[in-house]
DNA sequence: GTCTATACCCAGATAGAC
DNA sequence: GTCTATCTGGGTATAGAC
């Protein structure tokens, strides 16, 4: 990969703000420019289109997933648990970014849709093989699920509180352990 | 009420059939009036601005979800299972609609939003009573939430197989029972 | 109650200067 | 690599006929 521009990524960054802030609607061009510090112009030297755009944010999402699934497997506390903690929005770059695209996901974004399906079956297959079973391994993803789409609908920048988490952790032990 | 026109009711339906097969960005006056069979100026006679027409199908899901919730807290096989096996996508009126409005809530409409969360109150409100437990009611209402996010996402019009949502249900039984 | 015509605006994209 | 025009299409909304 050649040195990705500075400018590439503040780009995308202004797309996954706006997103995250205003939504889909208000994520236009002009607008990510404009967020970005460039102009209308300058924006469409480095993503031609604006599915390019799109595009891009898509292949960064995956790659943080991806990362983020390596991690899942690596973990101490173990895949189910880091899932169902890492599932709550936590404002990390991977959060903001999995969330504007799951904005993006249901315009008519194809490539959005591939592109979140394909993170999400990372997500499950790390779970199924800590689990075993395979319709506990898809309630668990179907919570974290969960916890994600309400974070991705709802606007809530918020932080889902601590005591909360540990409470949903206890009866995703409980369901876990009987296994 | 007034007799409700037909024609309301006809634009309500299209609007929501081609915000489920197309998205929100196709989801135009023009698109939607052509697909109920009116003009432009047609759909705009009963609902004056983009913004009465949202506004007049998230009252109609509101009022679709009041009467699931009362289905719900009546149901024999009690709330919980009824909430689950409610939860997959099946094409009725009310998820038909209800995923439209999922799809709308993102955008920047506060009025979508606002809706769907008392929506979502009320469900988990009738399980909360059931369950006792506030965190397993918050699981379980999150494994709906998963299921019901995922259809408005994937653009999916297909049903999950009946097998399979009984072997999600033995999990949340598993759950519940334990209490 | 529904139609046509049209005004207005803004998004996406192109061309070409710097 | 970034900017300033500028074109074009289409989306929302208004006016007024039928």
Request: hydrophobic share 45%.
């Amino acid at each position: 990969m050649p040195p990705a521009p500075a400018a590439r990524a503040k780009l995308l960054d202004a797309f996954v703000t706006i997103l995250l802030e205003q939504g889909e609607r208000a994520a236009t061009l002009e607008a990510v420019a404009a967020a970005a510090g460039v102009s209308k112009g300058g924006l469409l030297y480095h993503f031609p289109t604006k599915d390019a755009l799109v595009e891009g944010l898509a292949e960064h999402v995956e790659k943080l997933a991806a990362e983020d699934v390596d991690l899942m497997r690596a973990a101490p506390e173990g895949p189910v648990e880091y899932y169902i903690r890492t599932s709550v929005f936590a404002d990390t770059p991977l959060d903001r970014a999995g969330v504007a695209l799951t904005r993006l996901s249901q315009t008519a974004n194809p490539r959005a849709r591939e592109a979140l399906q394909r993170i999400h079956q990372g997500w499950f297959d790390a779970l199924a093989e800590e689990i075993g079973d395979h319709a506990t391994a898809r309630a668990v993803a179907l919570i974290g699920d969960g916890l994600y789409y309400r974070a991705a609908m709802s606007g809530e920048t918020s932080t889902t509180p601590p005591e909360d988490v540990d409470d949903l952790l206890a009866v995703v032990r409980r369901l876990t352990r009987t296994d």
